[in-house]
């Protein structure tokens, strides 16, 4: 059974930072291409980076450029995402995904995996 847990979130002031991990078992690591995704109140869940099992070349979406970063252990079979400068735009549940694909680009759509999200709150 595949499992993708997610953990680190909670509540940080603006210009505060956190990092998220996910924890997966139950399947190969490096056969997917991880990713973080977000969804606010009302909006479609969107991806906030991805990276593939080489490492690289990874995306980021232009709101979280330079300002989010995102990296794999493929031993611990683990993906993190260290998020600095935060805003309360950034505001959302962050999910894990892994998308069995060899590129850098996840659609939410072509998901293979989910995790259960863990909530990301930005305090003005």
């Known amino acids: 059974q595949v499992q993708l847990v997610e953990s680190g979130g909670g509540l940080v002031q603006a210009g505060g930072s956190l990092r998220l991990s996910c924890a997966a078992s139950?399947?190969?690591?490096?056969?997917?291409?991880m990713g973080w995704f977000r969804q606010a109140p009302g909006k479609d869940r969107e991806i906030v980076a991805a990276?593939?099992?080489?490492?690289?070349?990874?995306y980021y979406a232009d709101s979280v450029k330079g300002r989010f970063a995102i990296s794999r252990d493929n031993a611990k079979n683990t993906v993190y995402l260290q998020m600095n400068s935060l805003k309360p735009e950034d505001t959302a549940v962050y999910y894990c995904a892994a998308d069995r694909t060899s590129g850098n680009y996840i659609r939410a759509t072509a998901v293979d995996y989910w995790g259960r999200g863990t909530q990301v709150t930005v305090s003005s």
């Open positions: 139950g399947l190969t690591f490096t056969a997917y291409t």
């Open positions: 990276i593939p099992w080489r490492r690289l070349p990874i």
